[in-house]
């Protein structure tokens, strides 16, 4: 089965028996591979699955500040002069994420784009700003900015030059949008949105092990942090070890403190698991900025998720909560 963006691939895992292959459908999106993995036995979710698939291209035209038609780039030029309408479900997941830069102290802030800009990662052209350059970008920053009207549906920035990037929860969102399409026509699948956010359904097998998945170690390719069955919740990671440059010997890594205007320093990958992918993928953004401080108190007080996080001068991660639906072994060497 092939269309012009999707492709089907039927390979089989580490063993031999049958209950052991997987069917694969994809679609690049968002400068990323979507793919749906589905056991053997769910032939008939592959039709479920491309179908599915075909809401990600939908999502990307309407969340991409890359694009001038879409709806967030109309919002970011219209919002500063009065109130903009928003789509009923785009408008939610903006009530999410303010709800999240207050609960995380503002670490996750999807206002933070000004400051990408000035550091040159927006065109993944990496740079030292001006100080002049630097404080300008950080007084726009702040998604107490936003103004969320629930009854009308509306929002407007308080100031000119506010833009607001959902680069940070985008994939997230698209994963949950994904699984709630395929939740009730399917007993099991995995979700992917890159290498950095999964959204597994069911248990993956017949029995009651979970979907096996391996975190990255941030420090070499070909190790493995973490290996983790998952059951019906979410998981993502943030790092930068693939987008950073160099300036004098200094490493300057794409995730930006909005609080401080400055590259977050202190975690090397987090690492967080909760039912909800858009709550994962912003959480490892907000604990890669806010560390072992914020992940304790923001795990202690929301019962069912989980952090991994390695600090950068550490060899040994810690693991903050608890989710039910996910086992976790930590791997030495």
């Given at each position: 089965m092939r269309t012009?963006?999707?492709?089907?691939?039927?390979?089989?895992?580490?063993?031999?028996?049958?209950?052991?292959?997987?069917?694969?459908?994809?679609?690049?999106?968002?400068?990323?591979?979507?793919?749906?993995?589905?056991?053997?036995?769910?032939?008939?979710?592959?039709?479920v699955a491309s179908q599915a698939l075909e809401e990600v291209e939908r999502l990307e035209q309407q969340l991409t500040i890359f694009r001038r038609e879409s709806e967030v780039s109309f919002i970011n030029r219209q919002a500063a002069e009065g109130p903009v309408y928003v789509e009923a479900q785009l408008f939610a997941l903006l009530l999410l994420c303010q709800e999240l830069y207050r609960e995380t102290e503002g670490a996750f802030d999807i206002t933070s784009g000004p400051l990408s800009r000035c550091w040159g990662f927006v065109r993944r052209q990496?740079?030292?700003?001006?100080?002049?350059?630097?404080?300008?970008?950080?007084?726009?920053?702040?998604?107490?900015?936003?103004?969320?009207?629930?009854?009308?549906?509306c929002i407007r920035f308080q100031h000119p030059g506010v833009e607001i990037n959902l680069g940070s929860i985008g994939k997230g969102y698209a994963l949950d949008r994904l699984g709630a399409l395929m939740r009730h026509r399917v007993q099991s699948a995995l979700l992917s949105a890159g290498s950095s956010s999964i959204l597994a359904i069911g248990n993956g097998d017949r029995g009651h092990r979970g979907w096996m998945v391996?975190?990255?170690?941030?420090?070499?390719?070909?190790?493995?942090?973490?290996?983790?069955?998952?059951?019906?919740?979410?998981?993502?990671?943030?790092?930068?070890?693939?987008?950073?440059?160099?300036?004098?010997?200094?490493?300057?890594g794409h995730i930006i403190d909005p609080r401080t205007g400055l590259p977050a320093q202190r975690v090397s990958s987090a690492t967080v698991i909760a039912p909800s992918a858009a709550v994962?993928?912003?959480?490892?953004?907000?604990?890669?900025?806010?560390?072992?401080?914020?992940?304790?108190?923001?795990?202690?007080?929301h019962p069912g998720v989980m952090a991994i996080l390695l600090e950068r001068d550490s060899e040994c991660p810690i693991i903050f909560g608890k989710n039910e639906q996910c086992e976790v072994e930590i791997l030495h060497e």
């Open positions: 012009r963006r999707e492709f089907l691939r039927f390979s089989p895992s580490q063993q031999a028996p049958p209950e052991s292959y997987w069917l694969h459908v994809s679609r690049p999106a968002m400068a990323c591979r979507f793919e749906v993995t589905l056991p053997l036995w769910e032939q008939a979710g592959v039709r990496g740079r030292i700003p001006e100080p002049d350059e630097l404080a300008a970008a950080k007084a726009l920053v702040g998604s107490d900015k936003l103004v969320l009207d629930r009854q009308s549906g391996g975190v990255r170690h941030p420090r070499s390719l070909d190790r493995r942090l973490a290996v983790l069955r998952l059951r019906n919740c979410a998981l993502s990671t943030s790092g930068s070890e693939e987008q950073f440059f160099e300036h004098r010997g200094q490493c300057y994962t993928d912003a959480l490892s953004t907000a604990f890669y900025v806010g560390g072992p401080e914020l992940a304790a108190a923001y795990c202690a007080a």
